[in-house]
T-cell receptor
Framework: NAGVMQNPRHLVRRRGQEARLRCSPM?????VYWYRQLPEEGLKFMVY????????ESGMPKERFSAEFPKEGPSILRIQQVVRGDSAAYFC???????????????FGPGTRLTVL | QKEVEQDPGPLSVPEGAIVSLNCTYS??????FMWYRQYSRKGPELLMY????GNKEDGRFTAQVDKSSKYISLFIRDSQPSDSATYLC????????????FGTGTRLQVTL
């Protein structure tokens, strides 16, 4: 059973370019979360999506960042006009269900390391 | 002030030692408390989770939650070199989408 898949694992972009990060959740999981990890910092929540819906985007920067999880295909985190401060590791996690007062484990992918030159 | 505070370390202990890792938090709405382990250049993996206050044991690992003090701990007994990693505490609020709030992580080194 494959785990959460992320690609690319490493991505280098120049300032002003676009970055697209992909996440395929574990089989049977329909909930996807994106987190960002800056050097020497913990993971920061960005966005939570279900198929075709954004549930919570309270951690997303107001500009340049967007996320989607289409009916078919992987979830995409898109960063437009990247700046050096966007350099970080971006982790995707998936879970089978959530809410209702129960805890459902989030399984994390290996991350995409974005470097902005 | 951060919602979750965690000493970044590094913490270096000899093999076989008991390790104590801790986090404090300020949001009294947190109900679920997790410990993740993260090896270098890898994604976090869940070690243990606890709902509300109390203790939970799993092999060499024990998690404790004291909600009155807003303080959680992870104890590792008989530490091994393979335990060398960064340990992240994480928390979430019951009944909401499972957004996790993480501490900064404590880097642990277990030496031979």
């Amino acid at each position: 059973n494959a785990g959460v898949m992320q690609n690319p694992r490493h991505l280098v972009r120049r300032r002003g370019q676009e970055a697209r990060l992909r996440c395929s959740p574990m089989k049977g999981h329909s909930h996807v979360y994106w987190y960002r990890q800056l050097p020497e910092e913990g993971l920061k929540f960005m966005v939570y999506l279900q198929k075709e819906n954004i549930i919570d985007e309270s951690g997303m920067p107001k500009e340049r960042f967007s996320a989607e999880f289409p009916k078919e295909g992987p979830s995409i985190l898109r960063i437009q006009q990247v700046v050096r401060g966007d350099s970080a590791a971006y982790f995707c996690a998936s879970s089978s269900r959530t809410g209702g007062g129960t805890y459902n484990e989030q399984f994390f992918g290996p991350g995409t390391r974005l470097t902005v030159l | 002030q951060k919602e979750v505070e965690q000493d970044p370390g590094p913490l270096s202990v000899p093999e076989g030692a008991i390790v104590s890792l801790n986090c404090t938090y300020s949001n009294s709405a947190f109900q679920y408390f997790m410990w993740y382990r993260q090896y270098s250049r890898k994604g976090p993996e869940l070690l243990m989770y606890t709902y509300s206050s109390g203790n939970k044991e799993d092999g060499r690992f024990t998690a404790q939650v004291d909600k009155s003090s807003k303080y959680i701990s992870l104890f590792i007994r008989d530490s091994q070199p393979s335990d060398s990693a960064t340990y992240l505490c994480a928390m979430s609020v019951r009944g909401t989408a499972s957004k996790l709030t993480f501490g900064t992580g404590t880097r642990l080194q277990v030496t031979l």
